[in-house]
């Protein structure tokens, strides 16, 4: 076994304790990969404020978390304070993957227009790059697009979400985990008797409340539905935060539904809104493939889903979610008619169909192919 090097921009933060807890996605994932090295080293932006609901402690001793400032944002000082922090940042990136036998530059991220040529054309240590955004996005932000076009003029692997026809040799296609293979079995046990009962259907929506994620649009589609669909809905649970969020709360207190606002949430209380509800709908602009489709998948919960990137290499039109494009409210409307339209045999085959894909999300899955793809390969 060997030691690892993450490099990313994972929020972490301290807690009044001063143990420090990070966004907790990213922090299980590196939890689990104990399995595969006897120690991590995770270089990541450390934030001064308090820690949402969904920190998350790290598990070992063995991941050892080394802060950069929290750098990136929209504003010009923003991006200034970038380039003003670029030496000592790379210093310290420098000093960490000298310590460790590979390391993992996790992109798209700010700190990558100089991070990414640093490693490539200064660095010799081993190591890999996750490029965990739209692999294939037309109209990416500059720093973005360049980050993207340097992976596909270097020779470490790449993995990326999806499976291109013109993907380039280093770039292997490896599944964004997120589950246990304990949560994959509950799952299953889960949806033998989940139906869409009583006419009574609950829809969710998990993610950052801002318009690229398209809770404004989500909001606008269910408000123009007609009456006898509104009378099929039971509870809409919006699950996340934004500095909009009162703007999205106000516009949807307009309505007569019974739209649920809940801020962050803990992983394990996602888990139960992905239980009790039957579709998750993600009108995004822009993703990767987000974990929170497979997650709230295996619970029995479509995923109602914008029909870009890699999204349709495993959600199915009709099969077992629903895809639509452009995005549009009228899209969205339509979509969101023929969930309320499901019987309860049609939905029963819907939420288990494809089942099989779902291991492919596991952290046991994603650990054996970095493993079999990157380490035993010698990378």
């Not at 790059?129 to 500059?142: E, I, V």
């Not at 246990?180 to 008797?193: A, R, W």
Request: charged share 20%; proline share 4%.
């Amino acid at each position: 076994m060997s030691t690892l090097t993450i490099i990313s921009h994972t929020e972490h933060y301290k807690t009044p304790e001063g143990n420090i807890v990070g966004l907790g996605s990213t922090v299980t994932e590196i939890n689990h990969l104990l399995d595969v090295f006897d120690e991590v080293v995770h270089v990541a932006m450390l934030h001064n404020c308090s820690a949402p609901p969904n920190a998350l402690p790290y598990t070992s001793n063995k991941i050892i978390f080394i802060a950069l400032p929290a750098l990136g944002g929209p504003k010009i000082n923003d991006k200034l304070a970038i380039i003003w922090k670029a030496p000592s940042v790379l210093k310290t990136i420098k000093d960490a993957i000298n310590k460790t036998d590979y390391f993992q530059f996790r992109a798209p991220t700010g700190i990558g227009v100089f991070v990414i040529p640093y490693l490539v054309l200064l660095s010799s240590k081993k190591g890999w790059f996750k490029y965990a955004g739209n692999w294939k996005q037309k109209k990416a932000p500059l720093a973005y697009s360049f980050q993207r076009w340097l992976l596909t003029k270097q020779r470490r692997k790449v993995t990326i979400n999806g499976q291109w026809e013109d993907q380039p040799l280093q770039c292997l296609t490896f599944e964004n985990p997120c589950l246990t293979d304990y949560e994959v079995v509950k799952g299953v046990e889960i949806i033998k008797d989940k139906t869409i009962a009583n006419n009574a259907i609950n829809f969710c929506f998990v993610g950052r409340l801002e318009e690229e994620k398209g809770i404004g649009l989500l909001i606008e589609a269910f408000n123009d539905l007609s009456e006898d669909k509104k009378i099929r809905l039971n509870k809409i649970h919006i699950v996340g935060d934004g500095i909009a969020m009162n703007d999205y709360k106000n516009r949807a207190n307009k309505s007569a539904l019974n739209f649920v606002f809940h801020g962050f949430l803990s992983r394990d209380d996602v888990h139960k809104i992905y239980k009790e509800s039957n579709v998750i709908i993600l009108p995004s602009v822009s993703e990767g493939f987000p974990k929170v489709i497979t997650e709230a998948m295996n619970y029995g919960c479509l995923p109602m889903v914008s029909n870009i990137s890699s999204i349709e290499n495993y959600v199915k039109n009709e099969i077992n979610g629903f895809l639509f494009y452009p995005i549009t409210k009228e899209n969205l409307v339509n979509e969101i008619e023929k969930a309320l339209n499901l019987s309860d045999y049609q939905y029963s085959s819907m939420i288990n169909a494809k089942r099989e894909d779902i291991q492919k999300f596991t952290y046991s899955y994603y650990n054996k192919k970095i493993t079999t793809n990157l380490i035993n390969n010698d990378l």
